[in-house]
């Protein structure tokens, strides 16, 4: 199971992409197909597409962590961030990031953050597709180190705001 994380982006439009990438046969299919099947009030996860009837691979669950709540806020959700997700996976496929030999064993979760506040289709589908990619990598990678979560741990701060010393 490789664990992601990105933040991409300083403003309402902002991406805050979480990914787990893991096997179908083991637990990230268990929960990827859970999931799916047990939507709740105000987050409906569904599979993120390129095109109509055109799955990324490896199929990606998309979910939200905030609930739409109004039209605007609802189009950008399932329209620019769902695409800026699809779009981040197919590019970390394209770039090695996942191999080929994952696309058809492996599935991804995506738990995607688009702020009820945005308002630039533009701008949340740039920021999602960059954060993906970044989270993909990260994941891959192994990152964050633990010399990097030493060195981040004496300034937090999320973006909006910082806590500490």
Same mark, same amino acid.
């Given at each position: 199971?490789?664990?992601?994380?990105?933040?991409?982006?300083?403003?309402?439009?902002?991406?805050?992409?979480?990914?787990?990438?893991?096997? +179908?046969?083991?637990?990230?299919?268990?929960?990827?197909?859970? =999931? *799916?099947?047990?939507?709740?009030?105000?987050?409906?996860?569904?599979?993120?597409?390129?095109?109509?009837?055109?799955?990324?691979?490896?199929?990606?669950?998309? !979910?939200?962590?905030?609930? $739409?709540?109004?039209?605007?806020?609802?189009?950008?959700?399932?329209?620019?961030?769902?695409?800026?997700?699809?779009?981040?996976?197919?590019?970390?496929?394209?770039?090695?990031?996942?191999? =080929?030999?994952?696309?058809?064993?492996? !599935?991804?979760?995506?738990? %995607?953050? %688009?702020?009820?506040?945005?308002?630039?289709?533009?701008?949340?589908?740039?920021?999602?597709?960059?954060?993906?990619?970044?989270? *993909? +990598?990260?994941?891959?990678?192994?990152? $964050?180190? *633990?010399?990097? !979560?030493?060195?981040?741990?004496?300034? !937090?701060?999320?973006? *909006?705001?910082?806590?500490?010393?």
């Amino acid at each position: 199971m490789l664990i992601g994380e990105s933040a991409h982006g300083d403003d309402l439009n902002a991406a805050h992409v979480n990914t787990v990438l893991g096997p +179908r046969s083991g637990p990230v299919g268990v929960a990827w197909a859970t =999931a *799916l099947a047990t939507p709740t009030v105000g987050h409906s996860p569904f599979i993120a597409v390129l095109a109509p009837s055109v799955a990324v691979k490896p199929f990606t669950l998309f !979910v939200t962590k905030a609930t $739409p709540h109004s039209d605007l806020h609802q189009s950008l959700t399932w329209g620019p961030a769902q695409a800026g997700v699809a779009v981040g996976v197919a590019d970390a496929v394209a770039d090695g990031t996942i191999t =080929a030999e994952r696309c058809d064993t492996d !599935v991804l979760i995506a738990s %995607v953050w %688009v702020n009820p506040r945005a308002h630039d289709a533009d701008a949340v589908y740039r920021n999602n597709r960059a954060a993906t990619a970044a989270a *993909l +990598r990260n994941a891959i990678a192994g990152r $964050p180190t *633990l010399e990097q !979560v030493r060195t981040a741990s004496s300034h !937090v701060t999320n973006g *909006l705001n910082t806590a500490g010393d």
